[in-house]
């Protein structure tokens, strides 16, 4: 059993920063991937970006130049930079963990979500 903690979430005016942060723990025998999705009211949940255990990073293109993913492999945490915060970043952000057990299975594992509102 895997258990993502998050944390982080807020209330930030537009243009504002905020710094996600996403710890993994129990049994796993080595991440592969580390990201955060996010869910806007009414639409689907989309990835806002990756980082594999090779640091190759992938960002939704919305976010590119404004959010920056970074990953602690000692402590099996992920963060999210966010800056310059919109409206339109508003929604439940989610962290998302890709690891294999010791018996070779592949599984992915959910956090249970932080919200993040930009409002004036």
């Known amino acids: 059993q895997v258990q993502l903690v998050e944390s982080g979430g807020g209330l930030v005016q537009p243009g504002g920063s905020l710094r996600l942060s996403c710890a993994a723990s129990g049994s796993m025998f080595s991440i592969i991937d580390m990201g955060w999705y996010r869910q806007a009211p009414g639409k689907q949940r989309e990835l806002v970006a990756v980082m594999n255990d090779d640091g190759k990073t992938n960002y939704v293109d919305s976010v590119k130049g404004r959010f920056t993913i970074s990953r602690d492999n000692a402590k099996n945490t992920v963060y999210l930079q966010m800056n310059r915060l919109s409206p339109e970043d508003t929604a439940v952000y989610y962290c998302?963990?890709?690891?294999?057990?010791?018996?070779?299975?592949?599984?992915?594992?959910w956090g249970q979500g932080t919200k993040v509102t930009v409002s004036a």
């Open positions: 998302s963990v890709n690891y294999y057990r010791n018996d070779g299975g592949n599984f992915d594992s």
